[in-house]
Protein backbone atom coordinates (compact mmCIF):
# COMPACT_ATOMS: atom_id res chain seq x y z
CA UNK A 1 0.00 0.00 0.00
CA UNK A 2 1.20 3.44 -0.41
CA UNK A 3 2.68 5.49 2.65
CA UNK A 4 2.77 8.67 0.58
CA UNK A 5 0.39 10.18 -1.18
CA UNK A 6 0.81 13.54 -3.21
CA UNK A 7 -1.61 16.03 -4.02
CA UNK A 8 -1.81 17.23 -6.61
CA UNK A 9 -1.38 14.88 -9.14
CA UNK A 10 -0.80 17.57 -11.86
CA UNK A 11 0.19 20.94 -11.75
CA UNK A 12 0.76 23.50 -14.36
CA UNK A 13 2.40 27.12 -13.70
CA UNK A 14 3.77 30.15 -15.41
CA UNK A 15 7.43 30.50 -14.67
CA UNK A 16 8.48 32.90 -12.02
CA UNK A 17 5.44 31.41 -9.98
CA UNK A 18 5.31 29.20 -6.61
CA UNK A 19 4.92 25.70 -6.86
CA UNK A 20 3.90 23.96 -3.78
CA UNK A 21 3.18 19.93 -3.55
CA UNK A 22 1.53 18.49 -0.72
CA UNK A 23 2.28 14.66 0.60
CA UNK A 24 0.23 12.33 3.10
CA UNK A 25 1.50 9.66 4.51
CA UNK A 26 0.09 6.81 7.16
CA UNK A 27 2.37 5.89 9.75
CA UNK A 28 5.29 7.11 11.48
CA UNK A 29 8.29 7.74 10.21
CA UNK A 30 12.05 8.77 10.70
CA UNK A 31 12.36 10.66 7.65
CA UNK A 32 10.51 12.27 4.76
CA UNK A 33 11.97 12.61 1.19
CA UNK A 34 11.83 14.23 -2.00
CA UNK A 35 13.10 13.54 -5.36
CA UNK A 36 12.46 14.68 -8.54
CA UNK A 37 12.54 12.71 -11.91
CA UNK A 38 12.78 14.48 -15.60
CA UNK A 39 10.68 12.39 -18.20
CA UNK A 40 12.24 9.15 -18.90
CA UNK A 41 14.96 9.43 -16.54
CA UNK A 42 16.15 7.72 -13.04
CA UNK A 43 15.03 10.05 -9.80
CA UNK A 44 17.37 12.85 -8.22
CA UNK A 45 17.38 13.13 -4.35
CA UNK A 46 16.26 16.48 -3.48
CA UNK A 47 15.84 16.65 0.30
CA UNK A 48 15.93 14.92 3.36
CA UNK A 49 13.78 16.29 6.58
CA UNK A 50 13.83 14.66 9.48
CA UNK A 51 10.77 14.09 11.99
CA UNK A 52 12.17 16.43 14.83
CA UNK A 53 12.44 18.59 11.83
CA UNK A 54 9.89 21.17 10.90
CA UNK A 55 11.01 22.90 8.29
CA UNK A 56 13.93 23.00 6.15
CA UNK A 57 15.39 24.90 3.14
CA UNK A 58 17.42 24.25 0.11
CA UNK A 59 18.46 26.96 -2.52
CA UNK A 60 15.20 27.79 -3.93
CA UNK A 61 13.21 24.62 -2.20
CA UNK A 62 11.26 25.07 1.01
CA UNK A 63 10.18 21.63 2.81
CA UNK A 64 8.03 21.37 5.46
CA UNK A 65 6.48 18.64 7.72
CA UNK A 66 3.70 18.05 10.27
CA UNK A 67 4.19 15.27 12.14
CA UNK A 68 0.96 15.77 13.80
CA UNK A 69 -1.36 16.00 10.59
CA UNK A 70 0.99 13.42 8.85
CA UNK A 71 2.01 15.62 6.16
CA UNK A 72 4.54 17.36 4.27
CA UNK A 73 4.62 19.88 1.77
CA UNK A 74 7.38 21.21 -1.08
CA UNK A 75 7.37 24.87 -2.37
CA UNK A 76 9.72 25.50 -4.84
CA UNK A 77 10.15 29.76 -5.38
CA UNK A 78 10.52 31.47 -8.65
CA UNK A 79 9.79 28.73 -10.61
CA UNK A 80 11.65 28.34 -13.94
CA UNK A 81 11.25 25.92 -16.90
CA UNK A 82 13.87 24.06 -15.95
CA UNK A 83 11.78 22.79 -12.98
CA UNK A 84 9.16 21.01 -15.06
CA UNK A 85 9.63 17.16 -13.73
CA UNK A 86 7.59 14.74 -11.61
CA UNK A 87 7.99 15.31 -7.61
CA UNK A 88 7.55 12.39 -5.39
CA UNK A 89 7.61 12.06 -1.92
CA UNK A 90 9.28 8.91 0.20
CA UNK A 91 9.12 7.52 3.40
CA UNK A 92 10.89 5.04 5.46
CA UNK A 93 8.46 2.96 7.65
CA UNK A 94 9.67 3.74 10.91
CA UNK A 95 11.90 1.15 12.97
CA UNK A 96 15.14 0.42 11.64
CA UNK A 97 13.25 -0.71 7.97
CA UNK A 98 15.58 1.39 5.45
CA UNK A 99 13.14 0.68 2.56
CA UNK A 100 11.04 4.03 1.31
CA UNK A 101 7.97 3.84 0.28
CA UNK A 102 7.48 6.31 -2.63
CA UNK A 103 3.98 8.23 -3.44
CA UNK A 104 2.85 8.69 -7.32
CA UNK A 105 3.99 11.60 -7.74
CA UNK A 106 3.00 15.29 -9.01
CA UNK A 107 3.84 16.28 -12.84
CA UNK A 108 4.67 19.78 -12.61
CA UNK A 109 4.94 21.74 -16.00
CA UNK A 110 6.67 25.45 -16.06
CA UNK A 111 5.50 27.06 -19.10
CA UNK A 112 7.74 29.87 -20.16
CA UNK B 1 29.54 12.02 -6.75
CA UNK B 2 27.71 8.76 -6.36
CA UNK B 3 27.19 6.78 -9.37
CA UNK B 4 24.48 3.93 -10.58
CA UNK B 5 24.47 2.68 -13.76
CA UNK B 6 21.88 0.24 -15.91
CA UNK B 7 23.06 -2.18 -17.94
CA UNK B 8 20.95 -1.12 -21.20
CA UNK B 9 18.31 2.28 -21.53
CA UNK B 10 16.51 0.18 -23.94
CA UNK B 11 15.77 -3.12 -24.09
CA UNK B 12 13.32 -5.09 -26.63
CA UNK B 13 12.58 -8.87 -25.82
CA UNK B 14 10.53 -11.86 -26.80
CA UNK B 15 7.51 -13.07 -24.25
CA UNK B 16 9.32 -16.51 -22.75
CA UNK B 17 12.70 -15.22 -22.95
CA UNK B 18 14.99 -14.87 -19.57
CA UNK B 19 16.25 -11.69 -19.31
CA UNK B 20 19.34 -9.94 -17.13
CA UNK B 21 19.19 -6.21 -15.72
CA UNK B 22 22.01 -5.22 -14.17
CA UNK B 23 23.36 -2.63 -11.99
CA UNK B 24 25.93 -1.14 -10.67
CA UNK B 25 27.05 1.32 -7.97
CA UNK B 26 30.25 2.89 -7.37
CA UNK B 27 30.00 4.01 -3.64
CA UNK B 28 29.97 0.99 -1.71
CA UNK B 29 26.63 1.06 -0.54
CA UNK B 30 25.27 -1.66 1.44
CA UNK B 31 21.76 -1.27 0.08
CA UNK B 32 20.56 -1.67 -3.27
CA UNK B 33 16.96 -1.60 -4.89
CA UNK B 34 14.51 -2.89 -7.81
CA UNK B 35 11.92 -0.97 -8.25
CA UNK B 36 9.42 -0.74 -11.29
CA UNK B 37 7.81 2.29 -12.63
CA UNK B 38 4.03 1.78 -14.56
CA UNK B 39 2.21 5.19 -15.18
CA UNK B 40 -0.39 6.03 -12.78
CA UNK B 41 0.80 3.17 -9.96
CA UNK B 42 4.25 4.83 -9.36
CA UNK B 43 7.52 3.15 -8.21
CA UNK B 44 7.21 0.01 -7.02
CA UNK B 45 9.54 -1.94 -4.79
CA UNK B 46 10.21 -5.78 -6.40
CA UNK B 47 13.16 -6.59 -4.35
CA UNK B 48 15.93 -5.13 -2.14
CA UNK B 49 19.21 -6.43 -0.66
CA UNK B 50 20.89 -5.31 2.45
CA UNK B 51 24.28 -7.29 2.00
CA UNK B 52 26.04 -9.79 -0.79
CA UNK B 53 24.33 -12.71 -1.51
CA UNK B 54 21.10 -10.87 1.12
CA UNK B 55 17.72 -10.16 -0.43
CA UNK B 56 14.50 -9.38 0.39
CA UNK B 57 11.19 -9.45 -1.34
CA UNK B 58 9.65 -6.14 -1.57
CA UNK B 59 5.83 -5.59 -2.75
CA UNK B 60 6.05 -7.01 -5.85
CA UNK B 61 8.53 -10.15 -6.68
CA UNK B 62 6.16 -12.28 -8.29
CA UNK B 63 7.81 -13.13 -11.53
CA UNK B 64 11.28 -11.83 -10.52
CA UNK B 65 14.34 -12.89 -8.70
CA UNK B 66 17.69 -11.33 -7.72
CA UNK B 67 21.19 -11.72 -7.48
CA UNK B 68 23.84 -10.28 -5.78
CA UNK B 69 26.89 -11.91 -5.86
CA UNK B 70 29.43 -8.65 -5.37
CA UNK B 71 28.48 -5.64 -3.20
CA UNK B 72 28.42 -3.52 -6.32
CA UNK B 73 26.53 -5.28 -8.25
CA UNK B 74 23.02 -6.06 -8.19
CA UNK B 75 20.91 -8.11 -10.92
CA UNK B 76 17.39 -8.43 -11.59
CA UNK B 77 16.30 -11.33 -13.55
CA UNK B 78 13.12 -12.22 -15.56
CA UNK B 79 12.71 -16.17 -15.60
CA UNK B 80 10.40 -16.19 -18.23
CA UNK B 81 10.00 -12.69 -19.59
CA UNK B 82 5.37 -11.80 -19.81
CA UNK B 83 4.05 -8.76 -21.51
CA UNK B 84 2.65 -7.38 -18.27
CA UNK B 85 6.19 -7.26 -17.48
CA UNK B 86 7.00 -4.56 -19.98
CA UNK B 87 7.72 -1.34 -17.65
CA UNK B 88 10.65 0.99 -16.64
CA UNK B 89 13.05 -0.60 -14.27
CA UNK B 90 14.74 1.42 -11.51
CA UNK B 91 17.60 0.74 -9.48
CA UNK B 92 18.77 2.39 -6.34
CA UNK B 93 21.44 1.69 -3.88
CA UNK B 94 21.34 3.58 -0.53
CA UNK B 95 24.09 3.73 2.87
CA UNK B 96 21.81 2.77 6.08
CA UNK B 97 18.02 5.12 5.97
CA UNK B 98 18.98 7.50 3.98
CA UNK B 99 19.03 8.82 0.28
CA UNK B 100 18.82 6.58 -2.62
CA UNK B 101 20.41 6.91 -5.64
CA UNK B 102 18.86 6.11 -8.76
CA UNK B 103 20.36 4.45 -12.05
CA UNK B 104 18.85 6.12 -15.28
CA UNK B 105 16.39 3.53 -15.43
CA UNK B 106 15.79 0.45 -18.39
CA UNK B 107 12.69 0.96 -19.92
CA UNK B 108 11.75 -2.81 -21.03
CA UNK B 109 9.36 -4.06 -23.74
CA UNK B 110 8.35 -7.57 -23.78
CA UNK B 111 6.94 -8.53 -27.25
Known amino acids: SQQGEEDPQALSIQEGENATMNCSYK?????LQWYRQNSGRGLVHLIL?????REKHSGRLRVTLDTSKKSSSLLITASRAADTASYFC????????????FGKGTLLTVNP | DVKVTQSSRYLVKRTGEKVFLECVQD?????MFWYRQDPGLGLRLIYF???????EKGDIPEGYSVSREKKERFSLILESASTNQTSMYLC??????????FGPGTRLTVL
Open chain 1, 90 to 101: ATDAGGSNYKLT
Open chain 2, 49 to 55: SYDVKMK
Open chain 1, 49 to 53: IRSNE
Open chain 2, 92 to 101: ASSFGKHTQY
Open chain 1, 27 to 31: TSINN
Open chain 2, 27 to 31: MDHEN
